[in-house]
């Protein structure tokens, strides 16, 4: 640690950082463009423009004649950063005016207005007109930088972000500066479009309205999207993201930082794989199929008096209560649970102590875990090949679940074990309550067959399935934008995840729907779960602390394990 | 009596002393009403008074109304329209700034990209698919108006708008649209402001004076 000083306030500073950061680390905001945590330095934006000086040992200070790049400038022991002097900020405006000369200013149908680095360093450090009384430059629009991203040429500053991001963390390269001087613009290589698998992060890093995102484009003005910290459920890499969303829709997810998961970026696989939690395919309602009736009943039907209907789950939850209790009476160890790798932590442990605290010959397995492919690692080589072991930037994990970890753990504490699903063989028992919420389809034909036709089968899914279909009940569950719960990564990291909408007609969010089930007392309350867990279950008793943070906290079990991202 | 009043000064007085208010504020005593104002007589005449003035004067102040119409002031707010550009396209850019700017949330806009295929539209990157206002739950303030940065929103004179069902009320962009045709052709609605292109910046380019104003984005020439 040394010490530093920026405009006056003392610091202690790692003294790796630069300039820009110390000054964060002493509350002041030092504006750039070009500079970006995990991407190498350019310095060509000009916007972090700052005085620095450093303290001579006898205690004299001498700034520098110069202003220099706070990015690229290195601290050390004594070093003094103004950012409040004249200079510095005539600096700034006319960096400003120079970056908004041939600006298109057309905020009103930029996608990015509301979040934009032009508009809110211009409001802090700009000037409120351009001297400029030459006609400004205009410059085509390229709809063909990627199937997902479009570029409005005329707003880019030329920070070269997106193109340092393909060359040193996607490491595929097809974004590059074209020409020179003030005809420099951003381009692809010709018939090598920029549709890598982290494609999506250029539009996020993009700090005007250049890069834009295809599929979000004219779909909302930013200022209206309510955000929700969350996890990225597309594979068990867990990424922090934030779910934007208005009105019970969900517009984008962005990845939000997280040196403890994977840094500042997500795959467009999780960025745009979320479309599912909107699917018109999705079960709405419960269902209830009576004991003796050889149709699906609908609840409408087996419970005449209609004013009961505005809200059937008291109905189906007691019913399904009665049904679980009387199968689990006439056979113990033939009622299996199948617990999904998509269940949060609360959710698992919530059916588990409700079915073992019954009766403990009760069986807990685990769901089939999808796996596609192998691990995909980045940054790709020039041949596409996969980087060594300590040269990994970002991984996109084969296994796509988000909580392989943190249910086989409740299996551990509970059943004293993990046992397969699939593994059972054929109508290995005579009552069921399977747990699904997966993305896609996930009922293969082993756990078909393991399922077979039970004398009780509850399914408690978001879409319909083979098993869903002939189930006895149906529980309209929710997907992971309307979950509040804690996912476990590959890597023993337990984050937070956070409901942010409400789910379609009467579904309901899993932890709801299990804690009335078990007939808990209260609401279900993540927070004060996580805190039961932690006591009593020891390989989870990280998380007894109940609040998560924005990062996650890690497993003990995991705790030697490296920072899975350094990006 | 005597006590809420001394509360009320007491608070006064708090308020009064407060160093915001020494500097900004002026205050002022309400006069203290006297014996004969507490009776209220004196005001009940006068008010007699002046009804009686009117009654004689001879001077009918009855309007006519609907045989004849009134005077509306240039700045009165009535029913809104869509302004075209030049090219006869809808001028709106689909920004939403009215519907941010809207305290009754009567406002709806659905953006798309402009067809861009069409070389009608080529100049233009976004366009409202829909724009609908219900103009029943407007409450007429003009926000809408001040908001738009492109001057397509305009509040016309039209006062007496009337409908038959609430769904008739609600006006999308055809009939928004329909508005503007026919309130320019009576004069009483002039297009009020025709600035046309975006930002400041956009305006102080000298060419731009010459060429048209394009419609859409300030790619002023």
């Given at each position: 640690?040394v ?112 979040e ?20 400004k ?100 890499t ?46 709405k ?43 689990i ?36 397995t ?21 980087p ?79 098993l ?37 007609e ?41 609040d ?20 | ?33 006297t ?13 007699l008074?002046?009804?009686?003035r ?16 009134p ?74 108006e ?76």
């Amino acid at each position: 640690m040394v010490k530093v000083k920026v405009n006056d306030i003392e610091v202690d500073a790692d003294p790796k950082d630069n300039c820009i950061l110390a000054a964060r680390k002493a509350g002041v905001e030092i504006p750039h463009y070009c500079w970006h945590e995990s991407l190498s330095v350019v310095a060509s934006c000009r916007m972090c423009l700052v005085e620095v000086g450093e303290t001579k040992p006898d205690g004299t200070v001498a700034m520098g004649p110069k202003l220099v790049p706070g990015c690229q400038t290195p601290i050390k022991e004594g070093t003094i950063i103004r950012t409040d002097s004249s200079k510095v900020k005539t600096s700034q405006q006319m960096t400003l005016e120079l970056l908004l000369l041939n600006h298109p200013l057309d905020c009103s149908i930029c996608d990015q207005a509301g979040e934009c680095y032009l508009q809110d360093y211009t409001y802090k450090y700009g000037k409120a007109h351009s001297r400029l009384d030459e006609p400004k430059i205009q410059r085509e629009d390229k709809y063909h930088i990627g199937e997902q991203i479009a570029l409005f040429t005329d707003r880019c500053v030329m920070c070269t972000r997106c193109v340092r991001f393909t060359r040193e963390i996607s490491g595929t390269a097809e974004l590059q500066v074209v020409a020179r001087g003030s005809h420099e613009e951003i381009d692809v290589f010709p018939d090598t479009p920029c549709n890598n698998k982290l494609a999506g992060n250029v539009v996020d890093l993009c700090p005007v309205g250049a890069l834009c995102s295809k599929d979000f484009l004219y779909k909302k003005r930013v200022w209206w999207l309510k955000h929700a910290d969350s996890v990225c459920t597309g594979c068990s890499t867990g990424c922090s993201v934030q779910v934007d969303q208005n009105d019970n829709k969900v517009y984008r997810l962005r990845p939000r930082e997280n040196p403890q998961a994977q840094g500042h970026f997500m795959c467009d696989e999780g960025r745009f794989g979320f479309k599912y939690i909107h699917d018109e395919r999705r079960i709405k309602y419960p269902r209830l199929k009576a004991p003796s009736a050889t149709t699906n009943a609908t609840v409408r039907s087996t419970e005449p008096s209609d004013l009961t209907f505005a809200d059937p789950w008291p109905m189906v939850l007691a019913d399904t209560r009665k049904r679980i209790q009387t199968a689990i009476q006439n056979d113990p160890s033939g009622f299996v649970v199948v617990l999904s790798a998509f269940m949060t932590v609360e959710e698992a442990y919530l059916l588990a102590s409700y079915i073992k605290g019954i009766d403990s010959r009760t069986k807990l397995t685990l769901g089939p875990i999808p796996i596609v492919g192998s691990d995909d690692l980045y940054p790709k080589g020039p041949k596409g090949q996969s980087p060594a072991a300590d040269k990994v930037k970002f991984t996109i994990r084969a296994e796509k679940c988000p909580n392989r970890t943190g249910i086989e753990a409740i299996l551990r504490h509970f059943e004293g074990s993990v046992i397969q699903a699939e593994s059972l063989g054929k109508s290995s028992a005579s009552a069921w309550f399977v747990v699904g919420g997966y993305s896609s389809g996930w009922v293969n034909e082993k756990i078909d067959q393991a399922v077979g036709t039970p004398s009780l089968l509850i399914v408690q899914d978001i879409f319909p399935s083979p098993l869903s279909e002939r189930a006895d009940v149906v529980l309209a569950a929710g997907s992971f934008a309307e979950r509040d719960g804690t996912y476990v990564n590959h890597a023993g990291l337990a984050q937070a995840t956070h409901a942010s909408i409400r789910p379609p007609e009467q579904a309901r969010a899993d932890g709801r729907i299990l804690m009335d089930l078990a007939g808990r007392a209260g609401l279900f309350n993540a927070m004060a779960l996580r805190k039961e867990i932690g006591t009593k279950i020891p390989e989870l008793s990280a998380i007894a602390t109940g609040d998560l943070g924005e990062h996650g906290v890690r497993l003990a079990k995991f705790a030697n394990r490296p920072a899975a991202a350094k990006s | 009596m005597s006590e809420p009043q001394t509360n009320e000064a007491q608070k006064n007085e708090a308020l009064k002393n407060k160093p915001s208010a020494k500097k900004s504020v002026k205050w002022g005593e309400a006069p203290k009403l006297t014996i004969l104002d507490a009776l209220y007589l004196p005001a009940i005449v006068s008010g007699l008074a002046t009804a009686v003035r009117h009654a004689v004067s001879g001077k009918a102040t009855t309007r006519q109304y609907p045989e004849v119409e009134p005077e509306i002031p240039p700045n009165y707010r009535g029913v809104h329209r869509l302004n075209r550009d030049e090219a006869g396209r809808v001028k709106c850019v689909a920004c939403y700034m009215c519907q941010t700017a809207c305290p009754a949330n009567c406002i709806e806009i659905i953006a798309a990209p402009a067809p861009k295929d069409d070389p009608h539209w080529k100049d233009r990157d976004k366009f409202p698919a829909t724009f609908t206002i219900d103009e029943l739950r407007c409450i007429y303030c003009g926000m809408c108006e001040e908001a738009c940065p492109v001057d397509a929103i305009e509040l016309t004179s039209i006062y007496d708008l009337t409908g038959m069902t609430r769904e008739e009320m609600i006006f999308d962009k055809e009939k928004l649209l329909s508005v503007f045709d026919e309130t320019v052709k009576t004069g009483r609605d002039p297009v009020r402001t025709n600035r046309g292109k975006l930002g400041p910046a956009a305006e102080l380019s000298s060419t731009a004076k010459d060429a048209p104003p394009p419609p859409g984005r300030g790619k002023s020439g």
